[in-house]
């Protein structure tokens, strides 16, 4: 006879409803003190000592469990602090997110329920959450019904897959002979991409940019043709509606009407842009954007949610199906009424990315979206105004949606080497002070200043902190310069 008091039952991983209650009041007790910290914690994070910190956290799989505050803990008093506070107000380095909170609960809902949204068949009413989420990314992009997307883990991911989908179609088999045009501003996950669909190297063509480092599209024409010339097949080209360094949008409209003369595939990167264009005031800054044949967005960057979202619209839907539909005798027969994951995108078993936009845009409603984002656009106009009247900084690109880069130039930075110096160390210095956190990134021999806002966190006061922090910094620069 079985003797229950001295065998616990250990293949038992269920737990008992006050036990769910209790654990999961433990994490957002925890969560709400962080978020109500956020503003006071340093933006740039805490890397003193971070090395040995990771060195000694090595360890091996512990053969019993642990209490959750024990683990709670030091995640939320030593390791999250020991990052960069891209959650946080100040954070304006390379392209914030922010991290709303309506899509950690959706995150927790689709984890806790654990329902299979791979095939339409599993879970038909969920997938349609899905399904809505998508067709309202569609509408705001102005992209015809005929459209279908897909949501990826981000932007690199819905760039692979637009590759793919081009390739496929104009490219068939004779891979070799595909080329693909991008700019030297274009971001480097789509050359990465274009090598993960199987486009080399040496078949992508990076196209000069002018004066406002976007595309020349008279470059680009020459480019075609010369490999047409070649025996080559021209068959993608992308623009970025917003690129990372400056935050320049290409001349979409020109580069539509060169591709649909030379019938050639346009994707539009609207990773870090393409969401202003749900602001119906800012649709002429992104003149154009409706023609793609595809197109990138990033919900993790523009919708300011959670890092793990990306997105894919295609014009024409048939074209990413027939990339990715395909069937097994264990799977039920595709269907083709409703939208199905599988059909378009790579993965089977996979998350439930919908519900976190679903929930999201449901809880706040598109309004409060174009408010936040058309915010955040003044704000950089704002502040690029600031920046623009201190003696020694010179801007370079004022925003065209949220983004602006400058230098820093005087007599006593004469050379494009001591200003390269100087705007590095302004960037670091303005950083230290914990407020904003600021990179720069380096645009052919010059390195650039740049602040982008697309935290939703982001308001006012921090950009007035940011400015002042940049003015103090720039003129302790300047001054040590001139000693
Ligand atoms: C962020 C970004 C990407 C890459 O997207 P991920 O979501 O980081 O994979 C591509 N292009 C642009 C313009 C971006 O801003």
């Not at 045009?181 to 486009?199: C, E, F, M």
């Not at 378009?344 to 439930?352: E, N, Q």
């Not at 380096?442 to 902190?465: A, H, I, K, P």
């Amino acid at each position: 006879m079985a003797d229950h008091t001295a065998t616990p039952d250990l293949a038992n991983l269920d737990l008992p409803p006050a036990q769910l209650q209790a654990l999961g009041e433990a994490v957002v007790r925890r969560v709400t003190a962080h978020l109500a910290a956020l503003p006071d914690m340093p933006s740039c994070g805490d890397f003193a000592g971070i090395k040995d910190l990771c060195r000694g956290m090595r360890e091996d799989v512990p053969e019993d469990g642990a209490s959750i505050e024990s683990l709670l803990e030091p995640l939320f008093s030593e390791w999250i602090p020991r990052s960069f506070g891209t959650a946080g107000p100040g954070y304006l380095a390379y392209i914030p997110g922010g991290g709303v909170y309506p899509a950690a609960l959706a995150d927790f809902i689709s984890a806790a329920v654990n329902r299979y949204t791979g095939i339409w068949d599993a879970a038909p009413a969920l997938v349609q959450l899905e399904a809505n989420a998508l067709d309202w990314l569609r509408g705001w992009m102005q992209f015809p019904r005929t459209a279908r997307g897909l949501f990826t883990t981000g932007g690199s991911m819905a760039m692979f897959n637009a590759i793919a989908c081009a390739r496929e179609k104009l490219v068939g088999t004779d891979i070799r002979r595909g080329t693909l045009y991008v700019s030297s501003q274009t971001h480097h996950s789509v050359v990465k991409a274009a090598r993960l669909a199987g486009i080399a190297h040496d078949r992508v063509r990076v196209i000069d940019v002018d004066q406002a480092f976007r595309m020349r599209v008279d470059a680009l024409g020459r480019a075609i043709a010369a490999d047409r010339a070649a025996g080559l097949t021209p068959f993608m080209v992308f623009s970025t509606a917003g690129t990372t360094n400056t935050g320049a949008v290409d001349p979409i409209e020109a580069i539509a009407d060169l591709a649909a003369h030379a019938g050639i595939w346009h994707h539009v990167d609207g990773a870090y842009g393409g969401f202003f264009h749900m602001v119906p005031a800012l649709r002429p800054l992104l003149r154009g954007l409706p023609r793609a044949d595809s197109l990138t967005l990033d919900p993790h960057k523009g919708l300011f949610l959670p890092y793990g979202t990306g997105a894919l619209l295609v014009r024409n839907g048939e074209d990413l199906r027939a990339l990715h539909a395909s069937t097994a005798g264990y799977l039920p027969d595709n269907q083709l009424e409703f939208y199905d994951p599988a059909q378009y995108g790579p993965d089977l078993s996979r998350g439930f990315p919908g519900l976190r936009v679903w929930l999201t845009l449901k809880f706040f409603g598109a309004a409060r979206y174009r408010a936040a984002l058309g915010e955040k656009r003044e704000l950089a106009v704002w502040a690029a105004n600031e920046l623009a009247r201190i003696p020694g900084i010179v801007v370079d690109a004022p925003p065209q949606l949220s983004l602006f880069a400058f230098h820093l130039a005087n007599h006593a930075l004469a050379t494009q080497d001591a200003q390269n110096a100087a705007t590095r160390a302004l960037m670091q210095h303005v950083t230290a002070r914990g407020k904003s956190m600021l990179t720069g990134a380096q645009v052919g021999g010059r390195y650039l200043g740049r602040v982008c806002v697309l935290s939703f966190r982001t308001r006012r006061r921090d950009m007035e902190t940011c400015v002042q922090h940049i003015a103090e910094e720039t003129r302790a620069l300047l001054a040590e310069a001139a000693a």
